[in-house]
C-alpha cells in the first residue's frame, strides 16, 4: 500500500480563488478587506515570508499595510503602531511577524492587538474562544491542518487522533479543533512514554514537535492520516539542506492511508488561512453576526 498524497498547494490555490470571489463581492459592498503586517529587523527568513503575504494578499484583491520597522524599534513604538492600526477602520487584520528582536516585549505586543483583528489567532481572547468551542480567529497553521485533514477524511466524528506537539501556536489548538469535530483526542510531547504505541492507535495523526523525522513509518497505522506540520531544514551533503518534516516520509508512505509533504503540504495553507481570517474579520466587522463568511 502506498499513501495518497494531500496536496496542499492545490488545497491554498483553491482556497485563495474562493477568497478573491468573496472579496471582489465585498468590493461591490464598498468593503475592502485590510491586513497591516509589521516586520520589525531584517531577518532574511522572516523578509522573505512577509513579502509572500502581502503578494498573495494583494493577488486576492485585499488592501494590505506594510509597515517595516529596524531591530532597534522598542516596545513602546511597537504598542503606538498597534494601537493605531487597531483604531484604523481600513485594517481588519493585524499579523506582527515573529520573532521579534530580543529587546521587544513580544507578550505585550501580541497582547495590545484587537482580539476582532488578530489575524494570527494568538490573541489570549480568541484563545479562549476557541477552547469554549466560540466563534474565533483560529491560528492559521491549524486552519490548514484541518482543512487538509477534511479533504481526506469528509467525516471526523469518533476517530482517534493524536496531536505530537503541545506549543500555543499549533498543537494546542489543533487539538480544540479535533475536539470540535467529535474526534477522540490524545496530545503527545517530549515526556510522553512510549510513542510508538500511541502513534499505532491513532487513526488522526498530527505531527508538530519541530524535529526532523521524528516519527518513523513503522509506527504509523496502517491506513491512518498523517498530517505533518514540521519544516525542519536539514543537511544534504555537498554544502546543501533540504526541507524535511516531522515524520520519516519515505517509510511512512507505505504505511499511511494519506499524508502530507513537506514541502509541499501544510506550509502553503497557512498563508492562504490567513488570507481567509482577515476577509473574515472584515465581513464580522461590517456585518455582524449576520454576516456571510467564508466556511472551511
Same mark, same amino acid.
Given at each position: @500500500? ?26 461591490? !459592498? ?12 531584517? $531577518?532574511?527568513?522572516?523578509? %522573505? ?43 481588519? &487584520? ?33 484563545? =479562549?474562544?476557541?477552547?469554549? &468551542? ?9 486552519? =490548514? ?17 493524536? /496531536? ?6 499549533? =498543537?494546542?489548538? @489543533?487539538? !480544540?479543533?479535533?475536539? !470540535?469535530?467529535?474526534?477522540? /483526542? ?7 512514554? $512510549? ?8 487513526? %488522526? ?14 509506527? #504509523? ?12 531544514? %536539514? ?7 533540504? /526541507? ?19 514541502? =509541499?503540504?501544510? &506550509?502553503? @495553507?497557512? #498563508? ?18 449576520? &454576516? ?5
Amino acid at each position: @500500500m502506498s499513501a495518497s498524497i494531500i496536496d496542499g498547494r492545490a488545497a491554498a490555490e483553491s482556497l485563495r480563488r474562493r477568497i478573491a470571489e468573496r472579496t471582489a463581492q465585498l468590493r461591490g !459592498q464598498d468593503l475592502i478587506p485590510g491586513l497591516a503586517v509589521v516586520l520589525v529587523g531584517e $531577518d532574511p527568513a522572516s523578509q %522573505i515570508y512577509v513579502s509572500s503575504k502581502t503578494r498573495q494578499a494583494e493577488e486576492a484583491g485585499l488592501r494590505h499595510f506594510d509597515h517595516k520597522l529596524p531591530a532597534t524599534t522598542t516596545t513602546a513604538e511597537l504598542l503606538a503602531l498597534i494601537q493605531s492600526l487597531n483604531s484604523n477602520p481600513e485594517v481588519h &487584520g493585524i499579523l506582527v511577524q515573529l520573532p521579534l528582536p530580543k529587546a521587544v516585549d513580544s507578550a505585550a505586543v501580541l497582547a495590545a492587538i484587537d482580539p476582532n483583528k488578530d489575524a494570527d489567532g494568538f490573541h489570549a481572547v480568541n484563545v =479562549g474562544r476557541l477552547s469554549l &468551542g466560540e466563534p474565533a480567529t483560529i491560528p492559521c497553521t491549524p486552519l =490548514g491542518s484541518l482543512i487538509l485533514l477534511k479533504q481526506a477524511l469528509p467525516s471526523l466524528a469518533g476517530k482517534r487522533a493524536l /496531536v505530537i506537539g503541545r506549543s500555543n501556536i499549533v =498543537g494546542k489548538p @489543533m487539538a !480544540q479543533l479535533l475536539l !470540535q469535530n467529535d474526534c477522540t /483526542v490524545t496530545i503527545a510531547h517530549s515526556r510522553t512514554r $512510549d510513542l510508538p504505541a500511541l502513534c499505532a492507535e491513532a487513526e %488522526i495523526l498530527v505531527a508538530a514537535i519541530g524535529r526532523p523525522k521524528a516519527i518513523a513509518g513503522d509506527w #504509523i497505522r496502517a491506513g491512518a492520516v498523517v498530517i505533518d506540520v514540521g519544516i525542519n531544514r %536539514i543537511d544534504a551533503g555537498n554544502g546543501k539542506t533540504k /526541507v524535511v518534516g516531522d515524520v520519516d516520509f519515505e517509510t511512512a508512505i507505505k504505511r499511511a492511508g494519506a499524508i502530507t509533504p513537506v514541502p =509541499g503540504g501544510v &506550509g502553503p @495553507m497557512t #498563508i492562504a488561512c490567513l488570507l481567509l481570517n482577515t476577509v473574515n474579520a472584515a465581513i464580522r466587522a461590517r456585518f455582524g453576526a449576520a &454576516g456571510e463568511t467564508l466556511p472551511v
